[in-house]
Nanobody, 120 residues
Framework: QVQVAESGGGLVQAGGSLRLSCVASGSAFMIISMGWYRQAPGKERELVATTTRDSTNYANSVKGRCTLSREFDKNTVALQMNSLKADDTATYYC???????????????WGQGTQVTVSS
């Protein structure tokens, strides 16, 4: 199994910055990707940013304001969010896609979520 632990988040004024961190641990054979999703009240969960060893993808709504960084040897990923807006208010979830063995397909693992609130 893979455990996903998040840290960061909190309350910030519009225009401010926050950094979210995530670490994956456990018995994964290979981590395929790590990233962040978010879910605002009454809305579906949506991609914020995700990274593999080959590429990093950002939602259009955060491009230019957010940077995703990953340390492959430590299985950690961090999301630096700048110029935050009220629309960024949501619960942010770390997502890990990992295969537990060379012969199994990957599965998804989620953190418990961390709240980001941006006051206008």
């Amino acid at each position: 199994q893979v455990q996903v632990a998040e840290s960061g988040g909190g309350l910030v004024q519009a225009g401010g910055s926050l950094r979210l961190s995530c670490v994956a641990s456990g018995s994964a054979f290979m981590i395929i990707s790590m990233g962040w999703y978010r879910q605002a009240p009454g809305k579906e969960r949506e991609l914020v940013a995700t990274t593999t060893r080959d590429s990093t993808n950002y939602a259009n709504s955060v491009k230019g304001r957010c940077t995703l960084s990953r340390e492959f040897d430590k299985n950690t990923v961090a999301l630096q969010m700048n110029s935050l807006k009220a629309d960024d208010t949501a619960t942010y979830y770390c997502n890990v896609r990992a295969a537990l063995s060379p012969t199994t397909n990957w599965d998804e693992y989620w953190g418990q979520g961390t709240q980001v609130t941006v006051s206008s």
